[in-house]
């Protein structure tokens, strides 16, 4: 497949103009190539973030006012002035802080297409090896494992595809079988409850998530936390958790937390 069908498929799959079968295929497709799913989830966080209007609304806003105090001040005959001096000055006060707000908003705006590009590219999805269920043995035979195993690999299938409210659903039924976290840690499925809500967009949420994970899921949490905090526009506390992965010697979200904290400064 070319380089544009295959960007033509991933836009009608976002789009929803596939035909049910069309889209079945697709989705077995993305269960089956974990970075075509990345590919998809990164192109449904760039849509997203693309698709606020607010800062060009402002700028025509203040383009069509300046363009109208012109056409007013061309029906007056005769202006004082002080008049004169008071429009111009007001004039090139507006623009003056329409160019600041414009230019500052779009820093941000780069800033937050950033991350989200960091939140698909760099999470590394639903880890490879199954929990407790994945070792052999007696227990594997159990009725709770050989129950909860085949739900497991729909989770990673959900995540994979980028389809995170059907994954979070799946998680809620995981914890619902295994509601002592037998199987899999605590820790484990609270950390892919918060990347699920903050895939969603539900970043306060989500931040509030993360924050409860310990290890071994801490470090990707840690660093996932970050983009959160900046997606909420707290820079300076984004600032300090990027600062505190870029100071150890071994972290495996070191060299994007690097980028991110240029990014921010």
Request: aromatic share 10%; charged share 25%.
């Amino acid at each position: 497949m070319d380089p544009q069908s295959y960007y033509d498929q991933i836009e009608a799959y976002l789009q929803d103009e596939l035909s049910p079968a069309a889209r079945a295929a697709f989705e077995e497709a993305m269960a089956e190539n974990p970075e075509l799913g990345k590919e998809v989830a990164l192109e449904r966080a760039m849509q997203q973030t693309l698709r606020e209007k607010d800062v060009r609304d402002f700028r025509n806003s203040v383009q069509h006012a300046l363009e109208a105090q012109k056409e007013e001040a061309g029906k007056k005959p005769r202006l004082s002035p002080i008049y004169v001096a008071v429009s111009i000055a007001a004039s090139l006060l507006l623009a003056v802080t329409a160019t600041w707000w414009w230019q500052n908003t779009q820093k941000m705006a780069t800033i937050e297409q950033l991350a989200s590009m960091y939140l698909v590219q760099s999470d590394p999805g639903i880890d490879l090896l199954d929990p407790e269920f994945s070792r052999d043995g007696d227990a594997s035979t159990s009725p709770l494992i050989t129950g909860v195993a085949p739900e497991w690999d729909k989770l990673r299938a959900f995540y994979a595809a980028g389809d995170y409210r059907a994954a979070m659903e799946q998680l809620q039924l995981l914890k619902g079988a295994d509601p002592t976290f037998s199987l899999f840690s605590e820790s484990e499925w609270t950390y892919y409850a918060g990347m699920c809500q903050l895939h969603l967009g539900e970043t306060q949420k989500a931040l509030a998530t993360l924050e409860q994970v310990d290890a071994p899921f801490l470090e990707k949490a840690t660093f996932f936390q970050a983009i959160a905090l900046i997606k909420l526009d707290r820079k300076e506390e984004a600032k300090s958790v990027l600062n505190s992965i870029t100071s150890q010697d071994a972290h495996s979200f070191k060299e994007p937390a690097i980028e991110l904290s240029k990014a921010l400064n």
